[in-house]
């Protein structure tokens, strides 16, 4: 597999794990990325998350907004 390919399957499906999110889950993560450059930071904690942890996008937000 290509790794644009990946790259496009992984932010996809952060994508999809924030745009499901509810305030009431993770309040942090859902006030950072309500602006461009707070969902770019998201994101790339996401990724880096996946990487090191081996986690889903889903996974990575409650850990992360615990975090910030």
Known sequence: ???AKIETE?????HIALSNLKREAAPTIYDLI??????KYVENEI???MCKENFTAS?????LNDML
């Not at 992984?10 to 952060?14: D, F, H, L, Q, T």
């Not at 996974?59 to 850990?63: F, K, Q, V, Y």
């Open 1 to 3: 597999m290509k790794s």
């Open 47 to 49: 990724v880096i998350m």
């Open 59 to 63: 996974a990575c937000i409650p850990h």
């Open 10 to 14: 992984v932010r996809s499906a952060i």
């Open 34 to 39: 309500q602006t461009e450059s707070g969902y």
